[in-house]
């Protein structure tokens, strides 16, 4: 297989989802069943996706493959230098895993929309907006350079747009829809100045020519803090799309869209574009900068964790989790636990789009009720679903057997063997405590809906389990979320191809000072500042070290979460509400969600407002004097030019008139009509030109 | 007075040529205004004879004129069949009435 | 002053008085006479250039075809009978005033242009070369001229009949 083959696949892998969006949008009106075109579009991208993955790993699974060419070329530049603008694809393991992780799940989500929205009145927009948001998404996958990325990443913002606010009828969609926008622009616009600083130093966008730089000892503005301020910048991106705090409050809104978006872009793939923004330009980062990241994704793992414990809304709680997991994610990558933080994005895509799914499939089958009180003893009914549901709640608690413990595992062991090194032991109790309240919610969840009694008699009798269209997707990625496919070990996450062979540990480009102790070469090895360096054998030992302990630590606590929701849930030992009651504040808090959203009404919201009143105040009265006083200026001159005008200017005008008029009086005889009277002319025309050229 | 030679003749010439245009331009009927078209071909064939004669042309002034003369012959035939035929339409053969193709 | 000079002047006379006639005058019966004498002259100022094929060519032609032709087209177009066979002129002084500008512009640049001038003796008769050029080197260009005439003289057949 040629290298330039698996980029070409790459290629029609990226535009095939544009093309099923182009046709779908234009012809949505007029033909019914063009979102069959769509879907088999998306069969044939994912089909093209499994064999580039399968190229990229057994031919090339040590080499990166890029294509680019060259966009723009500005020729050389004042104070910047030669400046050519370049596109292209990069193609490395990370990459190719993404974009099949991407596009399976964009398939099993087109199959599940077929049936799911059935009957709505833009049935054939939902899936073309479900293409664009499939090729936005495979751009920030493929692509080689930061701009095209951020191109990418606005798209995605614009489908996610669309898709959240798809039944822009409702009031709260459509106001979803804008927060959603509005929220993830404010990461944009920190990730938009990282890229110039970027831009600015290196003259490029390309991720490879950056980090050769870089690795050369190129800083921006030749001082390691803007080096770290740079990094952060870009991670302002990652916490908007990925929605960590102090920005996750656009995703539990964006629940309002349909589910199966909900699992397409709010669980999966979307909002882990963040986390995998974060894995590009991960050779760039400072140890600095990491450990804020680690801080912003603790922050996150920990609050949608206890905010997820007393939502009723079934897509919330699902929300909540999916914010705390990818701060987990953030938190791991903060850590330096690479390998893991994207070994856990791909199992939580397949998991928490399962999840999804199956919240979608209940939901499809209660008839839009989402509260998860009045539901109840849906097992008997859906048993599939059941199943499906609970496996993946499995993978989501870290039991073992599951895909979610050998990621969640290794991320709880990076955080702990980082702690050993560093002495922050706060980011393993976050983690582990957050892992223990993840179980607990999530088993809630599972019992609220599944087990116990009916709440509602005759929605539960009109309940039945879903048809293929909807069941097939929960079962794939159902099965996808068990340990087999990862490792041949379900205990040892280390063993398996994945993290052995696929996932390669990062190369780092910072300035040896600059980063983290256990980042730095061996002092025995030979030291060569140039080339990229891995992580140093300390690690390595401290990994070995915290394998263990990790691992039966987040049993326990896994055990324990689930142990307590059965209690309070399935048993009904303890009263939650009683409990709820006894620490009214702590479960208010929780329960409004830390009041975020009260908090950025209060101060940003009302600040903005109060702003633009004053802005509006100043406008009208200030801004307005000005004019007004310019006004009146204005009709002054006005009058004394309207007078002008009238007298001279008119006057000059009519003089011309009459001149012509007069002139014209005169030159009207000429015009008979008669050949003779012209042949007339034509002789005094031709004597004047003998007269005028005569040369003698 | 000089010896009559190439510039005798051109001046006849342009007076007849002169001539020919000043009957055009002034007369208004159809007939007399070919009659000035006439001496125009005049004047230029005296042109051409002249300068075969004195241009070291040798024959094809002459037959260049021979030509014109044809041409003549030809251009009148037309000229008087649509003279004809005007008078016909529009009873009248002053041109300077005439200003519409057909009636 | 010679014969050959004394002769052309006499024809240049004779032909540009009754020019001056043909165009001056009201009488369109008289103006076609005054033409005859005009081709008449002309055709005189032909033998002086030794062109005599030409010159009777003019007589036949001009004189024996064109000018009967006009001849018969005033008849055909004005009541000989009424008064209606003098026509009236148009702009009259501004015509003269610039004819004349023209001629004498005209004149002045023969006058004083250099001719590059060879005075070649012709054969007296030149009726055999043209001929043979007729049948030779423009052969083409007579049949076409053939062509020509006679798709004319039908055209104007056809036009007059309609």
């Known amino acids: 297989m040629q290298d330039s083959l698996l980029i070409k696949l790459a290629v029609v892998i990226l535009f095939l989802p544009l093309i099923g969006f182009i046709v779908t949008v234009f012809f949505g009106k007029s033909v019914k069943k063009v979102y069959v075109f769509e879907n088999l579009v998306l069969i044939a991208s994912f089909i093209l996706a499994s064999i580039l993955l399968y190229g990229k790993l057994n031919y090339y699974i040590d080499t990166d493959l890029f294509s680019e060419f060259e966009w723009i070329n500005l020729g050389e530049v004042p104070l910047l230098g030669l400046i050519s603008i370049k596109l292209g694809l990069m193609l490395d393991n990370v990459a190719a895993i993404m974009i099949w992780t991407v596009m399976l799940i964009s398939l099993v989500v087109h199959i599940f929309s077929i049936d799911y929205m059935k009957g709505d009145i833009r049935y054939n927009h939902y899936f073309a907006y479900l293409g664009l948001f499939t090729f936005s998404m495979s751009g920030i996958v493929l692509t080689h350079n930061i701009l095209m990325m951020y191109i990418f990443w606005e798209l995605v913002g614009l489908s996610s747009y669309l898709l959240i606010g798809f039944w822009f009828e409702k009031k709260s969609a459509s106001d979803a829809a804008k927060k959603a926008f509005i929220v993830n622009r404010i990461g944009d616009i920190g990730m938009f100045i990282g890229i110039l600083l970027l831009f600015i130093t290196y003259q490029t966008f390309s991720f490879d020519s950056i980090f050769i730089q870089l690795a050369d000892g190129k800083l921006p503005f030749n001082s390691e803090f803007w080096l770290t301020a740079t990094g952060l910048l870009i991670f302002c991106g990652a916490i908007g799309k990925s929605a960590q705090f102090p920005l996750h409050v656009w995703l539990p809104d964006a629940m309002e869209g349909p589910t199966p978006v909900s699992a397409l872009i709010h669980a999966a793939t979307m909002v882990a574009a963040g986390v995998y923004l974060v894995v590009r330009v991960f050779g760039m980062l400072t140890g600095d900068a990491l450990l804020i990241i680690a801080v912003f994704g603790a922050l996150s793992a920990l609050i949608p964790a206890t905010i997820a414990l007393t939502q009723n809304d079934i897509k919330k709680v699902l929300a909540y989790s999916t914010v705390s997991q990818l701060g987990y994610m953030i938190m791991a990558l903060g850590v330096g636990a690479y390998t893991f933080a994207f070994f856990h994005l791909i199992t939580h895509a397949f998991f928490k789009a399962c999840l999804f799914l199956g919240s979608g499939s209940v939901i499809h089958n209660m008839h839009h009720e989402q509260d998860i009180t009045r539901m109840g003893g849906l097992r008997k009914k859906m048993p599939l679903t059941y199943a499906a549901f609970l496996i993946s709640s499995l993978a989501i608690s870290g039991v073992p057997l599951t895909s979610g413990f050998l990621s969640k595992d290794g991320i709880l062991a990076g955080t702990y063997a980082f702690a050993s090194l560093t002495g922050h032991w706060l980011f393993p109790l976050v983690g582990f405590f957050v892992a223990m309240l993840t179980a607990f919610y999530m088993f809630r969840l599972i019992i609220l809906t599944f087990h116990g009694e009916p709440y509602d008699k005759e929605k539960y009798e009109h309940a039945h389990e879903s048809k293929f269209a909807m069941a097939m997707p929960l079962v794939v990625l159902s099965i996808l979320s068990i340990f087999f496919w990862y490792t041949p070990n379900p205990i040892d996450p280390g063993e398996g191809w994945v993290l052995s062979k696929w996932i390669k540990t990062p190369e780092i480009f910072t300035p040896v000072e600059t980063r983290y102790d256990f980042m730095k070469p061996d002092e025995n090895a030979a030291v060569d500042h140039s080339s990229a360096v891995v992580y140093s054998s300390s690690y390595t030992e401290a990994m070995h070290n915290a394998h263990y302990p990790a691992m039966f630590l987040s049993l326990i606590v896994a055990g324990l979460g689930i142990l307590l929701a059965f209690l309070f849930y399935q048993w009904k030992r303890i009263d939650p509400d009683k409990l709820a009651n006894k620490f009214k504040p702590l479960y208010n808090l929780s329960y409004n969600k830390w009041y975020f959203d009260e908090i950025y009404d209060a101060t940003f919201v009302a600040g903005t407002l109060m702003l633009s009143k004053f802005l509006g105040w100043f406008d009208l009265k200030v801004i307005d004097g000005i004019v007004d006083g310019s006004a009146a200026v204005t009709k002054g001159f006005s009058k004394f030019s309207g007078m002008f005008d009238n007298i001279v200017v008119d006057g000059l005008v009519n003089f011309i008139a009459i001149l012509s008029g007069f002139v014209g009086l005169i030159f009207r005889k000429m015009q008979t009509g008669k050949v003779q009277t012209y042949i007339v002319m034509v002789i005094f025309g031709l004597v004047i030109l003998l007269f005028l050229f005569k040369s003698f | ?103 | 002053m010679n014969i050959y000079d004394a002769i052309f002047y006499l024809f240049a006379v004779v032909t540009g008085l009754s020019a001056f006639f043909v165009v001056t005058t009201r009488n369109i019966v008289y103006a076609a006479f005054f033409l005859l004498f005009t081709f008449f002259g002309v055709a005189g100022i032909y033998v002086l250039l030794g062109a005599d094929f030409i010159a009777i060519v003019q007589l036949i032609i001009y004189v024996g075809g064109i000018l009967i032709l006009l001849l018969f087209g005033v008849m055909l177009t004005n009541k000989i009978t009424s008064v209606q066979i003098k026509t009236g002129t148009l702009q009259i002084v501004p015509a003269a005033v610039g004819v004349g500008l023209f001629a004498g512009f005209l004149i002045a640049v023969l006058t004083y242009t250099e001719w590059k001038t060879v005075d070649t003796a012709l054969p007296l008769t030149t009726t055999e070369f043209l001929g043979v050029m007729l049948l030779q080197e423009y052969l083409v260009v007579f049949e076409l001229l053939g062509i020509l005439l006679l798709i004319a003289l039908i055209g104007a057949a056809s036009i007059a009949r309609r």
């Open chain 2, 1 to 103: 007075m000089i010896q009559v030679g190439l510039n005798h003749f051109l001046v006849l010439s342009a007076v007849l040529f002169s001539l020919g245009i000043f009957g055009i331009v002034t007369r208004k009927n159809a007939v007399m205004v070919l009659m000035g078209i006439e001496l125009i071909l005049n004047a230029a064939n005296i042109n051409f004879i002249a300068f075969a004669k004195y241009g070291n042309f040798g024959y094809q002034g002459q037959l260049i004129a021979l030509f014109v003369i044809v041409l003549a012959a030809a251009e009148a035939a037309i000229a008087l069949a649509i003279v004809l035929n005007i008078y016909k339409t529009f009873s009248t053969v002053n041109v300077d009435e005439i200003d519409t193709l057909k009636e």
